[in-house]
Nanobody, 126 residues
């Protein structure tokens, strides 16, 4: 299984960015996908998650209303649209996959995700 995150980079405060994660080696439409981030000196935290069919999503309070998670099962890819970015959004962003055929996204700990990507750095500054 391989999860390849891409699209990170430098973004101006208030700007937008889309990062993506391409999956291979798994039956993508049987997996819930999650986005996580880790800032220097901080623990990895959940940002967003999306059900296998894309109908259910869940967001951290810190990004609700600014970030949107989506997926294209025909392309085995999950996306994270990030708007109105703030300096505190600066982090390495990771995607992860968990086998889960439930149609609603339940709160899940990091340890319940079986597969992880390598991360992509997003830096927000003026």
């Amino acid at each position: 299984v391989q999860l390849q995150a891409s699209g990170g980079g430098w973004v101006q405060i208030g700007g937008s960015r889309v990062i993506s994660c391409a999956a291979s080696g798994l039956t993508f439409n049987r997996y819930r996908m999650g986005w996580f981030r880790q800032a220097p000196g901080k623990e990895r935290e959940s940002v967003a998650a999306i059900s296998w069919d894309g109908r259910s999503t869940r967001y951290a309070d810190s990004v609700k209303g600014r970030f949107t998670v989506s997926r294209d099962n025909s392309k085995n890819t999950v996306y994270l649209q990030m708007n109105r970015l703030k300096p505190e959004d600066t982090a390495v962003y990771y995607c992860a996959a968990r086998f889960d055929l439930r149609t609603t996204v339940q709160p899940t700990s990091l340890s319940e995700y079986a597969f992880w990507g390598q991360g992509t750095q997003v830096t927000v500054s003026s």
